[in-house]
């Protein structure tokens, strides 16, 4: 069983029950220096493991780049 | 001896001894931007927060390449063209870097990059509110500098021009202007091209510079970097010593007395 994600604007199929933590490491996407948000709303890195992911949930993975 | 040391630059939780806050946009490479913050002497730099790209992983992050231990993470919300995002930004960059120092952007067009005035001072309040340090980007209008200021912003950032313009410092009354009127930190942020450029931010009064395009846009960036660094000096210094009045016609420095072809008196 899994469900589509919308993972910074593009569809990424995970696992149903896929937590986070679970969705990064699919992603191939190292967890220090990434903040993270769902459906708009920043995810606390403590919460990471709480948050059970639903279909159609919008992912934001931001890092930070060079910029003035 | 020399003259007293000046004083630390204090903006929120932040303590800088170099007036000179660098940008780290737009270098060829992690290594040249290094080597350019070096030359520069400052101790804070600006970042942006973008997605990760999960197409084509960097190598490395550009975190891996400062020191945190030399130097302080200023977060911006650059791209930002509505309050919503600016504050997504900013609680995304707190996130990441644990700090409260967010540099707000809210833009009003992609042409002009200008800041958007009135979202500015929407989201410095809201910000505040949630404990950020706000160094807000602004227009160099004085009563909108002002304005920010009661807003409870940590700092106020007038443009010197458009953003990566090189233009320097449009209107230098209005940044004296604004001096007057606020005592918290003002940094002029922006459109500064050249060495000279800084110089006469800071004999304006202002209390700090940030550079990017300037540095990173030059022929020899690290040279720039450290012609920059010696402007933002002289310019503080001179705002320190107070300039002399200008007149408009000479006044000589020599004395008048005891020239050869004096008439003698008898």
Same mark, same amino acid.
């Given at each position: ?11 990424q ?11 990064l ?7 220090t ?8 709303e ?6 990471w ?20 | 001896?020399g ?30 931007m ?10 804070l ?9 999960l197409?084509q992983?960097a ?15 200023l ?23 644990d ?10 067009d ?6 958007d ?44 021009? =458009? ?8 209107? =230098?009354?209005?940044?004296e ?7 918290l ?14 110089a ?6 202002a ?15 690290e ?17 320190l010593?107070g300039?002399?009045?200008s ?11 005891g ?8």
């Amino acid at each position: 069983m899994s469900h589509t994600l919308l993972v910074n604007g593009k569809p990424q199929e995970v696992p149903a029950g896929t937590k986070l933590p679970g969705l990064l490491e699919t992603m191939g996407v190292a967890e220090t220096q990434v903040a993270l948000e769902v459906n708009g709303e920043l995810v606390p890195r403590a919460k990471w493991t709480e948050r059970e992911l639903s279909a159609g949930d919008r992912i934001e993975v931001v890092t930070l780049v060079g910029g003035g | 001896m020399g003259p007293p040391l000046d004083k630390p630059l204090k903006i929120g939780s932040l303590q800088l001894t170099s007036r000179l806050l660098m940008g780290s946009g737009r270098y060829a490479s992690h290594q040249e931007m290094i080597a350019c913050l070096d030359a520069s002497g400052s101790e804070l730099i600006t970042v942006a927060v973008r997605r990760v790209n999960l197409d084509q992983r960097a190598g490395t992050s550009l975190l891996d390449h400062i020191d945190r231990k030399r130097f302080q993470i200023l977060p911006n919300t650059a791209g930002c063209y509505t309050v919503a995002d600016a504050l997504r930004t900013a609680r995304l960059a707190r996130e990441l870097l644990d700090t409260p120092l967010i540099k707000l952007e809210v833009i009003g067009d992609p042409r002009t990059l200008l800041p958007d005035p009135l979202g500015t001072v929407e989201a410095t309040k809201i910000l505040v509110a949630e404990g950020f340090h706000v160094m807000a980007y602004c227009s160099d209008d004085p009563r909108l500098v002002a304005t920010l200021a009661d807003a409870g912003a940590a700092a106020v950032m007038p443009a010197g021009s =458009p953003i990566g313009s090189g233009r320097g410092v449009s209107n =230098p009354g209005n940044i004296e202007i604004a001096r007057s009127l606020v005592d918290l930190p003002l940094i002029v942020d922006a459109g500064l091209g050249t060495a000279s450029d800084v110089a006469q931010a800071m004999e304006l009064g202002a209390d700090g510079v940030l550079l990017n395009s300037a540095v990173a846009g030059a022929e020899d960036p690290e040279r720039m970097a450290r012609a920059m660094k010696f402007a933002c000096c002289a310019g503080r210094d001179a705002y320190l010593a107070g300039r002399m009045p200008s007149r408009l016609h000479a006044q000589a420095s020599s004395p008048e007395a005891g020239l050869l072809g004096e008439a003698l008196s008898s």
